[in-house]
Structures are given as structure tokens and as C-alpha cells.
């Protein structure tokens, strides 16, 4: 617990010291995806119940992760074309369906388990790179780079790219897929829908 | 006994592109649907989704029950003699392809990593070499046809193997042909046995991705696109050895 009192301290005399703003980009990212570690290693432990659990990561991805951002992205060409209430609905059970997914995915991520390493700019942002050592030590650490970008004068996650592999891409191309197999965006979110109630039973 | 492998992956592929080519779908017209049809890059998808459910079906009704025995008869400790003597068979090919790709640095690392293995790791059983900060990595000739500019190919998923491209495909035989091994003397059978390619490596190492696997399974939307796209970025981030630039991947917002 002092650690992370004397972590905060440093970070806060990092960032009044910081004279260029993208070192203070940097510092903002790293304190961010530091909070967000925390919270996660806080609610892995803290929280058993699978509905409590899911409610905090909901709220945690809410405040962090630029959700509108990536799931217009991930639709891709069709969310042109739609309209104010596909968007809506769409943006809904994506959220609700990504908090789900990375549920699973952040809980093997907590404090300990993941080392802060550093930064790196990441054309208007910055992504915060961050290390899980193997257990046997014998492999190169897997390395996960967040990348942040500012929404609204805060940073927010736009991706986390796991050892090269982009999870906001690999969704993006399976929503295509099913987009080509569906005809339609309702038929996308029906699929969403399908799947979250299939997440929901097990 | 390994040559013998090779002539029959031969087949196989030659039956696999035969059967791909009457699955095979004819490019949309509509210029949207065309651009996306080659960014799948998936001519075979027909057959591909075919070889996919069979594959799935194997997951389910051998792979699983074979990892799940595997883990609970066999103790962690002999597990990771399997895993790193597997691993240390495999050190070869990854030396011959350090050395084709012109990457001498990791040539050197993967050749003292054996050597170095082989009498302090007790044949190879133990990775010495990786707690002296020589850690593993991998190389196969379908990354180094990359590094020397060709390219992947369409996609193909093969019989148990799963995920893989033309380009893949080809260096997987070639690997298997010009291991360098075969050059020592002829294959033992403890030798195929435990190799990475053999079926005690294999199962170990699937026994060590199989909740990976599940997971991408339960929380996909359409499984087959899923392991298509984690499959194609894995490769990427293989040949390039994990050094992609994060600004070459593309970002939610900052295009279209």
C-alpha cells in the first residue's frame, strides 16, 4: 500500500515538473493505466459474484475505454449508412457485449501481474506499454501496449494491442464477417444479442 | 522417416487445393463488396468453414479429452521436461531460418542456446540457457519466405493444424524436409516422439493453449473469422519478431 502512495507521489512530482507536453501526455497515461490496473487487481479480489463483478467492469470500462469510438469503428462502412436508431441500438449491445469479453480478459491482468514499463508516442497520443512476466521466466515477457487518446481533454483507451495483435482490428474483422453473412445491421446486433444471452447462461 | 512426413503433407496439400478449388467462390462484382472480398483474402472460405467445423469437432471430442488427461496424469514438472525438450528439437530450424532471414544476432543466440542446452540442460531438457538471459525464440521458413517479400497467399485451414496461408503451408514442408537434424544422423524414435512437430510436443503444447482457445470460442460471434484474424495478426507479429510499429497498426478514430 505504501508503494502505491509513494508510486502516486512520484507521479504527481513527474507531472508538475513536466515542462513538454507530450512528457505530461505520458505521465497522464501511465498514472491512468496505473488507476485502471489497480482497479481491476481491486475488483478481482474484492468482488466474487459474477453480476456485482460485471457491474464494476462496466463502470471501469465506461470510464476508460473511448467505447463510441471503437464501436463505430468496428462496425465500419455500414455505420454510414445507418440510421439514428441502428447507431444507437448498435452502440448498446456492443458495449454491452464488449464489458463482457474483456471482462474475462482483464481479470488475468491484475496489479502485480502487470508491470508498468513505459511509453510511447503514439501520433496524437500515446500508448503505455506494460509487461506480464512468464511464470518460468523462460519466455520473453508478453508485452501489451495501450493505446490512449484524448477524448474531451481525457486520455481514454482507443486499443490494447496484446504481443502485436489488435484486439479492437480482430473485432472489427469478425463484425465485418458477420455483417457479410447477415445482409444488415440488424441482423449484426440480433447476432450481439444472441451471443450475450449465450455469455449470460454459462 | 521425416522425408516420409514430408511426401505425405505433399498429398495432402495437393488434395487440400483440389478440394479448396471446388469450394472455391468467384469474386462479387459490386466494387464495396469487391474491395472487402480481397481484403478476406479467403477464396476458399467455403471450403475453409468445411475443414474449420471438422476441426472443431476433433477439438471437441479428442483434443479436449486427450489435454484434459494429459494435465491431470502427468505432473507439471515432467510436463515442462516435454515442453522444453520439444522446444529444444525445434532450435535447429529456428537457427537455419535466424541465419536465412540474415538475422546473425539471433542466429548466434539460438545456436549457443542449443549448444549450451544440450550439455548443461541435460540434452535439453532443462532451458539453462534462457536463465542466463538467452531467452527462446522461433523462426520457421514460412517467416523467412516473408521476410525475403512473398506473400502470404490465400488462407487455408488444414486438417488438426488449423490457420494457415500457401506461404505457410510451404514452409512448413520445407522446415520439416531441411531440418537440420536430419543432417546429424537419422531420426530416433524418441526424437520424433518428443520433436515439437511430434505428437507429445503437440499435445503439450495444445494442452497449453486449449483455454485460450476456448475462450475464443465462447466469446466470438463467428469463431472461424475469429481465429482467421488472430491467426493473420499472430503471423504478422511473428515475422516482423514482435517489433510492429504500434502506428503501423491501424486505431479506432484516427481514419474513415
Not at chain 1, 171 to 182: C, D, N, S
Request: charged share 25%.
Amino acid at each position: 500500500m505504501i508503494s502505491v502512495f509513494r508510486t502516486a507521489a512520484a507521479t504527481l512530482v513527474l507531472i508538475s515538473t513536466a515542462g513538454a507536453s507530450h512528457a505530461a501526455i505520458e505521465d497522464d497515461g501511465k498514472r491512468m493505466i496505473q488507476r485502471m490496473t489497480q482497479s481491476v487487481d481491486f475488483i478481482v479480489k474484492r468482488s466474487k459474484a459474477r453480476a456485482d463483478r460485471e457491474a464494476r467492469f462496466r463502470k471501469l470500462f465506461q470510464e476508460n475505454f473511448d467505447v463510441r469510438t471503437i464501436g463505430r469503428w468496428v462496425l465500419g462502412r455500414p455505420w454510414r449508412t445507418a440510421t439514428a436508431a441502428q447507431k444507437a441500438a448498435y452502440l448498446e449491445v456492443f458495449q454491452t457485449y464488449i464489458v463482457k469479453t474483456y471482462t474475462v480478459q482483464l481479470s488475468g491482468y491484475g496489479g502485480d501481474q502487470l508491470q508498468l514499463v513505459g511509453t510511447e508516442k503514439d501520433g496524437r497520443g500515446v500508448a503505455v506499454i506494460t509487461h506480464i512476466k512468464d511464470k518460468s521466466s523462460r519466455n520473453r515477457p508478453i508485452v501489451i501496449r495501450w493505446r490512449l487518446r484524448k477524448r474531451n481533454s481525457r486520455l481514454m483507451v482507443r486499443d490494447v494491442v496484446i504481443d502485436g495483435i489488435s484486439m479492437s482490428l480482430n473485432q472489427r474483422r469478425e463484425f465485418a464477417a458477420v455483417y457479410a453473412r447477415e445482409g444488415n445491421i440488424d441482423g449484426l446486433i440480433a447476432t450481439i444479442r444472441r451471443k450475450i444471452v449465450e455469455l449470460d447462461k454459462k | 522417416m521425416r522425408s516420409n512426413r514430408a511426401r505425405i503433407v505433399g498429398i495432402g496439400i495437393a488434395a487440400a487445393i483440389v478440394l479448396a478449388g471446388a469450394g472455391c467462390a468467384t469474386p462479387p462484382k459490386d466494387p464495396a463488396k469487391l474491395a472487402e472480398y480481397k481484403k478476406r483474402n479467403d477464396p476458399f472460405e467455403k471450403f475453409n468453414r468445411r475443414m474449420h467445423r471438422v476441426n472443431v469437432w476433433i477439438d471437441h471430442k479428442i483434443g479436449r479429452p486427450i489435454a484434459r488427461v494429459y494435465k491431470k496424469r502427468v505432473p507439471p514438472f515432467i510436463r515442462d521436461r516435454i515442453r522444453t525438450f520439444a522446444d529444444h528439437l525445434g532450435e535447429p530450424i529456428t537457427f537455419m531460418n535466424d541465419v536465412l532471414q540474415g538475422e546473425r544476432e539471433r542466429a548466434a543466440e539460438t545456436a549457443v542456446r542449443f549448444f549450451f542446452n544440450s550439455l548443461v540442460g541435460v540434452g535439453g531438457m532443462f532451458d539453462v540457457a534462457a536463465m542466463y538471459g538467452l531467452k527462446r525464440h522461433t523462426e520457421d521458413f514460412g517467416q523467412t519466405l516473408a521476410v525475403w517479400g512473398i506473400r502470404p497467399g490465400p488462407y487455408i485451414v488444414l486438417p488438426v493444424l488449423g490457420p494457415s496461408s500457401t506461404r505457410h503451408l510451404a514452409g512448413r514442408v520445407v522446415d520439416g524436409v531441411a531440418d537440420p537434424l536430419n543432417w546429424i544422423g537419422k531420426p530416433t524414435i524418441a526424437r520424433i516422439i518428443f520433436s515439437t512437430a511430434g505428437p507429445l510436443g503437440q499435445i503439450d503444447f495444445y494442452a497449453r493453449n486449449v483455454d485460450q482457445l476456448k475462450a475464443i470460442e465462447k466469446n466470438s460471434l463467428d469463431y472461424y473469422a475469429a481465429l482467421r484474424s488472430f491467426y493473420r495478426q499472430n503471423r504478422k507479429s511473428a515475422i516482423a519478431n514482435g517489433k510492429i510499429k504500434t502506428k503501423d497498426i491501424p486505431l479506432p478514430g484516427d481514419d474513415d
